[in-house]
Each structure stands twice: as C-alpha cells, then as structure tokens.
C-alpha cells in the first residue's frame, strides 16, 4: 500500500501570495495588537487594531500599514486603490523630470565633405533637441595633423549651424591628436502669440477738441443767494 503524500498545504495562510505582491500591509493582513492612526480623516493616537478596522469598515475605506516599522506601526485609514494610483503617479512624473541627459558623439575629418557635413548636422539636432549633449571632434591621422585651422573651421561652422538648437560651451580644443567641441541643448523657446493689431494713429494736438475737466468731488457746490425782500 502506498502512503499517503504529505500535504504542504496544511495551516498555510491563503493570504500569503497576496501578502507577497502588495506593497502594504491591509485590513485584516495587519496582525498586530495596536496601531497608531494617523491622518485627516481621524483623531490621531494609539487604537486597538480592531477598533481600527472597525473604523474603516465605517467609512468604506481601508486600513493601511504605512511605517511597518514604527512601534507601534503606523496606519492609515484610506483608499488603498486610490492611494497606489496617486503613488504610481507621482512616481511616473517624478521619473519623467529627472530626464539624464548622455552626451552623443559626431566624428569629422579635415576631409569631410558638404554631403556628409549636412548629414551629420542634422543628427546633432536630434540629438540637441532630445535634450542630450553633443561632443564634436575632428580626428587627425598621420600628416592631417598639419592641418588643425581646417579642423577648427569645421567645428565652427558647425556651431553656427546649431546655433538655433545647441550653443558652444567652449572653443574647439585639442586633446592628443583630436580637436573637440561640446554643444550644451539651448531651452525651447515659448511660441509667441499671434500678430499684434496696428495701434491707430494718434490725431495731432492741434486738431484735438479741449476735454472740459470734471469739477472734483470733493468741491463744495455754489450756494445760491435769495433775492432780498421775498419772504
């Protein structure tokens, strides 16, 4: 006969994978004898844990373990699907601010022609635009070291056809045998409103009407004198 297979299932909790892919501890997975509220929606202080729940359950919300930590731990009564969406939110926009700009490299020759001049321009205002960094720099081989002022003209004509997009951190320098330039990404100017409506011209003075001026407020107004022997 065969014995029968353990069971490993026995007295394991059915929270337990749930308790595994929450972030916080919630409602009746908060095990603890008390907990401290904390929140607008409550009288912050020290509760039974549950008295908590109890309150939650009141207001169609959630209790939520936020300082498992503290002692004793820290809760929350709130919306937990509420409050995971505003946190992924947050997080979301916070990632999209903190953009880390890279710097792209563009490699010339003395040689280079229009062709491939324009071609390589146009990749660095991607670049620039993207918010990246650029570093330019001509290779010089053999004897084309002899010709560093043609290198230095190509780095900057290549700068003032970034103008619009990147501006020059410094002049092209060398270092060994390449000579370099940096383009830092220019701040996206604000589109301006539409064309302004002409201002009529002005009627010279001589042709304006005198403007009678209004007697002030607080001039006292003329009495008038009764004519003597009317009574």
Same mark, same amino acid.
């Given at each position: 006969?065969?014995?029968?297979?353990?069971?490993?299932?026995?007295?394991?909790?059915?929270?337990?994978?749930?308790?595994?892919?929450?972030?916080?501890?919630?409602?009746?997975?908060?095990?603890?004898?008390?907990?401290?509220?904390?929140?607008?929606?409550?009288?912050?202080?020290?509760?039974?844990?549950?008295?908590?729940?109890?309150?939650?359950?009141?207001?169609?919300?959630?209790?939520?373990?936020?300082?498992?930590?503290?002692?004793?731990?820290?809760?929350?009564?709130?919306?937990?699907? $509420?409050?995971?969406?505003? !946190?992924?939110?947050?997080? +979301? /926009?916070? =990632?999209?601010?903190?953009?880390?700009? %890279?710097?792209? @490299?563009?490699?010339?020759?003395?040689?280079?022609?229009?062709?491939?001049?324009?071609?390589?321009?146009?990749?660095?205002?991607?670049?620039?635009?993207?918010?990246?960094?650029?570093?330019?720099?001509?290779?010089?081989?053999?004897?084309?070291?002899?010709?560093?002022?043609?290198?230095?003209?190509?780095?900057?004509?290549?700068?003032?056809?970034?103008?619009?997009?990147?501006?020059?951190?410094?002049?092209?320098?060398?270092?060994?045998?390449?000579?370099?330039?940096?383009?830092?990404? $220019?701040?996206?100017?604000? !589109?301006?409103?539409?064309? +302004? /409506?002409? =201002?009529?011209?002005?009627?010279?003075? %001589?042709?304006? @009407?005198?403007?009678?001026?209004?007697?002030?407020?607080?001039?006292?107004?003329?009495?008038?004198?009764?004519?003597?022997?009317?009574?």
């Amino acid at each position: 006969m065969q014995s029968p297979r353990p069971n490993f299932n026995r007295g394991r909790n059915p929270n337990f994978r749930r308790e595994q892919q929450q972030e916080h501890r919630t409602n009746r997975m908060i095990r603890v004898p008390e907990v401290r509220l904390v929140g607008e929606n409550v009288e912050v202080g020290v509760y039974r844990t549950d008295e908590a729940l109890h309150m939650a359950e009141q207001q169609g919300l959630d209790l939520v373990e936020i300082s498992p930590n503290a002692t004793p731990p820290v809760c929350r009564i709130i919306d937990y699907n $509420k409050f995971l969406y505003e !946190k992924k939110k947050k997080e +979301k /926009e916070m =990632k999209a601010k903190a953009h880390k700009s %890279e710097v792209k @490299e563009i490699r010339f020759t003395p040689n280079t022609d229009d062709h491939d001049f324009d071609f390589k321009a146009k990749h660095a205002e991607k670049f620039l635009k993207d918010g990246n960094k650029v570093k330019t720099y001509v290779q010089f081989k053999g004897r084309a070291i002899m010709f560093k002022e043609r290198g230095e003209l190509i780095l900057l004509k290549f700068a003032e056809r970034l103008a619009e997009v990147g501006a020059l951190e410094g002049m092209p320098t060398m270092e060994g045998k390449r000579m370099i330039a940096i383009f830092a990404p $220019k701040a996206a100017k604000k !589109k301006e409103g539409g064309p +302004k /409506e002409p =201002k009529e011209p002005r009627e010279p003075r %001589e042709n304006r @009407e005198p403007s009678e001026k209004p007697a002030p407020a607080s001039a006292p107004r003329p009495v008038e004198s009764k004519p003597e022997g009317n009574n």
